[in-house]
């Protein structure tokens, strides 16, 4: 079965520094990935989708960056944070090629806090 | 562009009570429409989904019927339970032009507290 690991679940950054969160998928080759981020009465706007290797398409502007090193790796990328840049990101997959019947599957999110 | 528009919260009931929670999208052509559930402290899943009009998609005593009339997808349960307590979501899936690969379009949430 597929499984999403997403890594830290919390994390308190000071303003400035950089950021680095890491998304694996297991259980399934080639998927489409994705980066949301839920700001508190927002709901979930998504950051950067990527389908394959090295093809990432970012959706909004802004302070942070994605990579796709491996096929099954998904890093959520900032050099300096900024205040804004708190809230909860979640990764999430989906099938290669699926229809858009297809569900995304989410990890359990990192709660990240700039201070 | 798409947008899916669903009931602010937060709603407060009690165990046994009757739940809906309201959603109307818009989205040109012929969507796809889920209910994601969030509990504290986790990621989202798929609560239930339906592709077409008049689909009902079910799952865990939750329901919904894809309205195309009224562009609407409500989430209802008939008695809640104090497990229930989430965040849900409601999103619509429509093609991202110029490509085969799809976008989902989330509302903005609605937090139900249910109590004992």
């Known amino acids: 079965s597929q499984t999403i690991h997403q890594w830290p679940a919390t994390l308190v950054q000071p303003v400035g520094s950089p950021l680095s969160l890491e998304c694996t998928v297991e259980?399934?080759?080639?998927?489409?990935l994705y980066w949301y981020r839920q700001a508190a009465g927002r709901g979930l706007q998504l950051l950067f989708y990527?389908?394959?290797?090295?093809?990432i398409s970012s959706e909004v502007p802004q302070n942070l960056s994605a990579s796709r090193p491996q096929d099954r790796q998904f890093i959520l990328s900032s050099k300096k944070l900024l205040l804004s840049d708190s809230g909860f990101y979640l990764c999430?997959?989906?099938?290669?090629?699926?229809?858009?019947?297809?569900?995304?599957?989410f990890g359990n999110g990192t709660r990240l806090t700039v201070t | 562009g798409d947008s899916v528009t669903q009931m602010e919260g937060p709603v407060t009931l009690s165990e046994e009570a009757f739940l809906t929670i309201n959603c109307t999208y818009t989205?040109?052509?012929?969507?796809?429409l889920f209910w994601y559930v969030q509990y504290p402290g986790e990621g989202l899943q798929l609560l239930l989904k339906?592709?077409?009009?008049?689909d009902k998609g079910s799952n865990k005593g939750f329901e919904a019927t894809y309205r195309k009339e009224t562009t609407s997808f409500h989430l209802e349960k008939g008695s809640v339970q104090v497990s229930d307590s989430a965040v849900y979501f409601c999103a619509l899936s429509g093609r991202r032009s110029g490509g085969s690969n799809y976008k989902l379009t989330f509302g903005k949430g609605t937090l139900l507290t249910v109590n004992p």
């Open positions: 339906a592709t077409k009009a008049d």
């Open positions: 990527s389908i394959g290797i090295d093809q």
């Open positions: 259980g399934t080759s080639n998927p489409n």
């Open positions: 989205a040109t052509g012929y969507p796809s």
């Open positions: 999430a997959w989906s099938v290669q090629g699926s229809s858009y019947n297809s569900p995304l599957h």
